[in-house]
């Protein structure tokens, strides 16, 4: 549906001060009347209809939150915004109506046409775009601290996406870090507002489908001898999962579910509603399975007792366990690298190592410097082309000459750009995704399997 222009007008004429009101946002997007203004209508215009966009006035000194809501609400009914600036001899201020109460302002799908402006900078130098409600309050909220240094996303905001435009400007320089900490705050707000688009809790969502139950029982009567065997196992579990997802379909909840991936279908929704599955034993390199059929919906049995509680002591096991690995790990490598530091900006050497980009990433390489004869090249976005599927010389840390410590255009001016000087710091990062890793397995696995071609392997 196209967005009506008098709140197209309402909704591009807002300031960074109204969308930065989590009540005003929930107020326009929802049905919530508690926070939004209330006054009574001028006598003159009791009883009155009015078409959307139409105009009345009102004394201003009766409104509690214009500083921040722009909304009112005539004796509960009906909708108005401010428009205009308050008269200073009559006290009084324009308002345009919107419609009745009861329904949202806007939809977050409602599409409407925005032209390129000052702060607002499309892709390709486009001057107009189609874009929706949702699309654009993202955009406005948590990219309008770059003032258009970050062009304008005209789909659905993913954090993946988005982390290699941002971290790309910030190598460059192109945005500052003040504004990558208002960047961070603006996505923390945002997650105030997920609701309105991907509720977590539908009536729908509180169940799966009643067939699933069948289904189960006449797997489990046909597999009693082998239902242990997690390849036997996970062609039920598909089953049940396949009929889950449908079951759930295009209900408002498959947001929520889709955006959470793998892990909401084939752990929480599989064992809240489904199954609970094969649980590998808690004894050390067994590589054994036991099927436990309940899923939690369907209750607790004598007989599974012992694995869940063993499930359960294997989560909180192994995420000890490793959490300490992983520690011990990070203490290590700080004793290697932690009097490392980068300490000047160039030592001048011409000595450096090949790298066959046939065999590395070039993206991770950006920042790094070729070595042609005498010339030095940085590996820049635009450039890298030039040196992708070739193998070349770079500048590394292995020749760098300076003493005590390494330069930057050795180790990489993104380093100087970032002006990041301690090696330990970038070190850790690695220690600190397998930490992370394990603490992840704590919440739940699932049985995956994979082909393999033995011609691939050996041949």
């Known amino acids: ?97 919107l419609g009745k109460s009861g329904a949202p302002i806007w939809h977050w799908r409602d599409a409407f046409y925005l032209r390129a402006s000052e702060g607002l900078v499309f892709e390709g130098n486009k001057q107009e775009v189609l874009t929706s409600v949702g699309i654009y309050l993202e955009n406005r909220i948590v990219l309008g601290v770059f003032n258009g240094k970050i062009s304008y996303v005209e789909k659905f905001i993913k954090v993946d996406d988005l982390r290699g435009k941002i971290s790309s400007a910030a190598v460059e320089g192109k945005i500052t870090v003040e504004e990558l900490e208002r960047f961070i705050d603006r996505m923390f707000f945002l997650n105030h507002m997920t609701e309105v688009c991907a509720p977590t809790m539908t009536a729908r969502s509180l169940l799966s489908d009643p067939e699933n139950t069948k289904i189960k029982q006449a797997f489990l009567e046909q597999h009693k001898d082998d239902i242990n065997d997690p390849l036997v196992a996970k062609q039920l579990e598909d089953e049940l999962k396949k009929k889950d997802k449908a079951w759930i379909g295009d209900d408002a909840s498959a947001r929520f579910f889709n955006a959470l991936g793998g892990k909401s279908w084939d752990i929480h929704r599989k064992k809240m509603f489904l199954t609970t599955g094969s649980i590998e034993n808690f004894t050390s390199g ?61 030592c001048g050497t011409t000595r450096g190592i090949y790298v066959d980009f046939n065999l590395v990433d070039i993206k991770l390489c950006i920042g790094r410097i070729v070595l042609e004869g005498n010339r030095q090249i940085e590996i820049t976005p635009e450039n890298k082309s030039q040196f992708d599927k070739k193998i070349v010389k770079l500048r590394s840390p292995q020749t760098c000459e300076t003493k ?56």
């Not at 807002?14 to 939004?36: C, F, G, H, M, P």
């Not at 500083?67 to 205009?84: E, K, P, Q, T």
């Not at 989560?315 to 203490?331: D, I, P, V």
Request: hydrophobic share 35%; proline share 2%.
């Open 1 to 97: 549906m196209m967005l009506h222009a008098i709140k197209q007008q309402m909704l591009l004429g807002a300031s960074t001060k109204v969308l930065s009101d989590r009540i005003w946002l929930l107020e326009t997007l929802t049905n919530i009347s508690t926070y939004t203004n209330e006054v009574k209508y001028p006598e003159e215009f009791q009883g009155k209809t009015f078409e959307i966009g139409a105009k009345i006035s009102t004394h201003v000194l009766s409104l509690t939150r214009a500083d921040l809501s722009y909304l009112v609400r005539m004796d509960a009914s009906d909708l108005f915004f401010i428009s205009g600036e308050v008269d200073p001899t009559t006290k009084e201020v324009e308002l345009t109506y």
């Open 286 to 346: 067994t590589g054994s399975y036991v099927f436990v059929p309940n899923s939690l919906m369907e209750g607790w049995t004598i007989e599974d007792f012992p694995m869940r509680c063993n499930e359960i002591r294997k989560g909180s096991y192994g995420r000890g366990t490793e959490t300490a690995k992983g520690g011990a790990e990070t203490k290590w490598l700080m004793r290697i690298f932690q009097d490392l530091s980068i300490t000047e900006d160039d």
């Open 404 to 459: 005590n410590g390494l330069c930057f255009e050795c180790v990489g001016r993104r380093y100087k750009t970032l002006n990041s000087r301690a090696i330990g710091i970038e070190s850790i990062n690695i220690t600190s995704r397998f930490m992370l890793l394990n603490m992840k397995n704590m919440h739940g696995t699932t049985i995956e399997t994979t082909e393999l071609n033995l011609a691939d392997v050996f041949f």
